[in-house]
Each structure stands twice: as structure tokens, then as C-alpha cells.
């Protein structure tokens, strides 16, 4: 059994708690991101977690370039919520739609509704500090923790579907497939974890030289990338072959695909590093940040999955907006200026980006049975604990009426010993059974002609009676 039981769940209803405002912070750039008009063509709202337990959220309205889908002309930053959301530092968030999800060391989930601005409830099973979590089309959440278990969760009620035990210690990061039939976990026991999201079942297993730090899908699913320290290593879905691999000077913190064969990556460089995974080659690198890169995001995709906009943020609490036109376009020599920053003032730990008003209306039939197996599988699990528990009372019932008869067969026992005795006893007197009585130490026979005396024990009276019996035969004549 995998554990898998509703009860550990606990929601909490909360929508009448509303998000804390706050005023607008610096905003840095271009004109585009002071006018006051609502800007229209792209919708998206960043969400970020800090070391001061603070969850922050911003606004950015984007105008789409209308010469590729690949890229945006100006964004508008605007600051709409900060609030202290866990009793520790926030170590992990995602978000998909209007829905917000955000993990700390205080091993608890809190789920939001950053369309309404409400909170919706509590999640608690982990016990660890929470490691990774990710949304699959506001069908379902996997979350990670350092307990060294992954939980899949549905999005709809909230309940837990099913745990995933395998690793040995804590859970670095986890990935789902496009299709949500498949996911891929790294641990800190230096193994790389194949789950089959339909069963719940661990189906590969293999080990690799080094604890991995980061493991991600390309959008299409064709193959993943694997991040260890300085080192990114893509490798083909199809036969697990590696494909090619990038070694940086500094630590790697974070990385995102810009479409289904540029990658992004940043770190301790202060350099973002666009490049090509099919032909191994590098696009494009510029400095993006004055301090470390912590976190690189990607606005919704489109149906070609290219996105048009990449969010980048610093340990400085620095967050800007890039059009990927201009990262795909550029040259090395080439000044790229972000459309749109500002300045949290914060120290960021973790960074997500959704749309808020996208709705999934055809939702993955593969998540649908994703749903409906778990649910099977745990009725199932419900029935067989009921089976057992039904057999373990037969068995508790049979074991009580073997004692039982035991008893039985042994006071019957006793009983046929009892009468033997009896029987002995009364072939020893005669057929007659001695019975005490309570006035006096004489003893009478009972037996069925009726109470007759019991001849005298021995005793005087007995010697004078024989020695007259033998004077009376001394005294007899003799025959002649």
C-alpha cells in the first residue's frame, strides 16, 4: 500500500480572508511602463515567495508585438498584494491559472485565488520543508518535500490522490510530462525517478554519478534536461541518450525552455545564456543582472509552444521582463534592455508566472484517467482494508469459540474424571458411596435400598465383642 488516504488531508475554507494591498514600488525602465492606461494583448501575474515568509504579487499587462507571437513592445509592472503567508522562508511556488500554491520550511501548502485574492485553504502531509511543486492543467498538483515522498493532489477538491515512495532522503525537483502520464524526480540519493502517473507506480529507476540539482521537460516532451552544479546535460526522451551538454563557470539556478529547442539558463554569473539543445550551439549571453540570477520564468505559451515574454529575477529582489524576440534576435555584441523591471525590495527565494483569467476548458483525458484511477485504486484499498478487517474478526470470533470449547471439552473433562473417582469410590465401599455428614464424624450409606448404619470403625467395643465370640466357641462341646 502507497499510503494513499484522504484523512491526512487538511482544507480549510477561508474566502472571506482577503490579500493585504500595498503601493506601488520603484519602477524601473523604459516610458511604456509609466502610462496609466490599461495595457491589453497579454495578461500575466507574477508571483513571488521571500526569505521574510512574504508572499508578493504584480500585475504585468503586456502589448504583443504584432509582427511575431514571439515577442512583446511594453509591459506595466503594478504591484497588487503582499502578505505573510507562512511562519518560515517560502521555498517553493507554482501557479497555474488563477491558482497559486506556495510551500515553506514550516512543511505546510496554502492555496490561493489570486483572481479572486482569497485564500483557500491549508494542505498539510509533508513532513519537511517543502522542495518543489507543479501544476499539470489546473487538473492536478504534484508537491515534493524533503520527507523524500511525492504527492499528487487534486485540484478540484483537494484531496490526496496518491503518495510516490521511492526515494532515500529528500526530493530536489520533479517534472510532468506534457502528456500527464509520465513524471521524472531527483533526489538526494543521486537517482533519477520515472513515474507512471496513471498507476502511481515508480516504473525506472537509475543512478547517477552526482546529486542533481534541477531535472525539466521540453515543451514537447521529445526530451528533458538534467542540471547538476555547473554542468546542463539534455538527453533524448526516446532512447535516454544524451544529446548534448553546456559546462558553466559558475553554479546553474535556474533554467526554462523559450520554445521546444532554445533553452535559457542563468546563475551565479549574473549572465543570462540563451541556447540552441538540437544543434548544441550557443544563441545568445549577456549580463541580465548586477547580482545572481535566482529564478527565470516564461509567460503562458502559445500554440506553436513558443512564449513571447521571459521574467528573470535577482538575489537583489530586481525583477525584469524580456521579449523573447529580442533574446532570439540579438548578438553577443548586442545591448539587450529589458521591456519593463522593478524593484521588489525583497530577498526572493522562488518566482512563478500564470494568467489569471486562462480557463482550461478541454482538459488532458490522460489527467481525467489519472483522476479516475487513483480514485479506483483507493476504493479498491478501502475495500480490500474492509475485507481484512472482516476477516480478522471471523478470525477473532473462531479463535474465541475454539477457547470456548476448550473450556467446554476440559470442564467435561474434569466432569468424567469426577464420576470415575465417584465410581472407584463406590466400588471400594461396597457400591455405596461414603458421605460425611456436618453433625457428627460418623458416616451413613446411601445407596438405592435407603440409609443403612455404616459398621462401627474399629475400636474397643469391637475387641469385647470378638474376644465373647471367641469364649462362646471355646465353650462349645465338642462332636463325638
Known sequence: C?????CFVKLTMEEGDDFTYGGNEDTL???????????????????????????????????????????????KLKKVYVFEAHSAQVSSIASDGPLLASGSYDEQIK????????????????????????????????SAGEDGIICVWDAKDWTNLKVLKGHKGSVRSFAIHPSGKLALSIGADSTLRVW????????????????????????????????????????DAADNEIMCAFDTEQLVTDIAFISTSMLAFGGYSK??????????EAVTSFTAHETRIKCICVAPRNKDLTTPAVITADSNGIVKVWSCEDLLGATDEE???????????SRITCMTVSDPTAVVTNKSTALNK?????????????????????????????????????????????????????????????GKL????????????????????????????????????????????KRK
Open 271 to 280: 549572465t543570462l545564456f540563451v541556447v540552441d539543445v538540437t544543434t548544441a
Open 29 to 75: 525602465g523604459g516610458d511604456d511602463a509609466q502610462e496609466e492606461e490599461k495595457a491589453s494583448g497579454l495578461n500575466l501575474h507574477i508571483s513571488i515567495g521571500t526569505y521574510e515568509h512574504a508572499l508578493y504579487g504584480y500585475d504585468c499587462d503586456c502589448i504583443r508585438s504584432e509582427e511575431t507571437t514571439i515577442g512583446i513592445t511594453s509591459a
Open 196 to 235: 507512471n502517473l496513471l498507476t502511481g507506480r515508480c516504473a525506472y529507476i537509475t543512478s547517477r554519478k552526482k546529486m542533481s540539482d534541477i531535472v525539466a521537460w521540453s515543451p514537447d516532451g521529445s526530451k528533458y534536461v538534467i542540471v547538476t552544479e555547473k554542468k546542463i546535460e539534455v538527453f
Open 434 to 477: 461414603a458421605k460425611k455428614t456436618s453433625n457428627n464424624n460418623s458416616f451413613k450409606a446411601n445407596d438405592k435400598k435407603g440409609n443403612k448404619p455404616h459398621p462401627k470403625p474399629k475400636g474397643k467395643g469391637n475387641a469385647k465383642v470378638k474376644r465373647a465370640q471367641g469364649e462362646n466357641q471355646r465353650k462349645k462341646p
Open 370 to 430: 489519472v483522476r479516475k484511477n487513483y480514485m479506483k485504486q483507493h476504493i479498491k484499498e478501502q475495500q480490500q482494508a474492509a475485507k481484512k478487517k472482516r476477516d480478522e474478526n471471523k478470525e477473532k470470533e473462531v479463535g474465541d469459540d475454539e477457547e470456548d470449547g476448550a473450556q467446554d471439552v476440559e470442564s467435561g473433562a474434569n466432569k468424567k474424571t469426577k464420576q470415575k473417582f465417584q465410581q472407584k469410590k463406590r466400588q471400594h465401599n461396597g
Open 111 to 142: 492555496i490561493y485565488n489570486v483572481k479572486k485574492k482569497v485564500e483557500v485553504g491549508l494542505l498539510h502531509l509533508h513532513t519537511g520543508t517543502i522542495t518543489h511543486m507543479e501544476f499539470q492543467k489546473q487538473a492536478c498538483m504534484l
Open 335 to 345: 545591448e539587450i534592455a529589458p521591456i519593463s523591471a522593478i524593484n521588489t525590495r
Open 2 to 6: 502507497c499510503c494513499c488516504c484522504l
